[in-house]
């Protein structure tokens, strides 16, 4: 009975404390919670694709492969490796810039622990580098996350064509991000209130931005 008491008492005064002047403090770091949950991702494009070695950014299919390139991809598939490098670019928008009504509110990406799925299966996971500034100017921040992983630990059942045909849907010539999903909790530091973590995880795809509901 006494913990039920003393519970409503302090939940009394932490009700008051919202509603005096004095504590705008409080408030602020309201405010700011609110703000942090309208930061919004998209998925913008995947650059320098590489696979085992051999650019296929300039690639359409298995016909525009060389001799030389063709015999290095086959060497890998063989030793059941087949590492790709590539840089994927996800937009970050801030649409805190007073037009909604509140506080204009600059932010810092201060993590980002992503996993990435390709052609709908999971593969590797990670983080940003570095933290990334995003402006409450309503304009999307490019953020390069750096990706590297073996092709054949997670596609190598589909066979040399279906994997390197896979490769060029992602990051050929006609490749695109429609095959790619990130899923992310990203982590916002809001001017000097600290860092604010999502409460749940995003699907950051190529269609839309999306943020934390």
Do not use: H
């Not at 950014?57 to 590539?86: N, V, Y």
């Not at 073996?150 to 695109?176: K, T």
Request: contains cysteine; positive net charge.
């Amino acid at each position: 009975m006494i913990g039920s008491v003393r519970m409503k008492l302090l939940c009394g005064v932490f009700a008051v404390l919202l509603l005096l002047p004095g504590c705008s403090a409080v408030r602020d770091i309201t405010n700011a919670l609110a703000n942090f949950q309208r930061l919004e991702f998209k998925l913008a494009n995947v650059t320098g694709f590489r696979i085992a070695g051999v650019d296929i950014a300039s690639k359409r299919s298995l016909s525009d492969l060389s001799i030389t390139e063709g015999i290095a991809l086959t060497r890998a598939f063989t030793s059941k490796q087949i590492p790709a490098e590539f840089t994927l670019n996800v937009d970050a928008r801030n649409p805190n810039d007073g037009s909604n009504g509140k506080p204009t509110a600059a932010a810092t990406l201060v993590g980002m622990d992503w996993k990435l799925y390709l052609d709908s299966k999971e593969t590797i996971s990670g983080d940003i580098a570095s933290p990334v500034s995003v402006p409450a100017s309503g304009q999307s921040t490019t953020i390069p996350l750096r990706m590297q992983v073996d092709l054949y630990r997670f596609f190598g059942e589909r066979g040399y064509d279906g994997l390197v045909n896979l490769a060029m849907a992602l990051g050929g010539v006609q490749g695109s991000t429609s095959k790619v999903m990130l899923d992310a909790q990203p982590k916002v530091n809001f001017r000097n209130y600290g860092e604010f973590t999502y409460p749940g995880r995003i699907k950051i795809v190529d269609t839309e931005f999306r943020g934390s509901k």
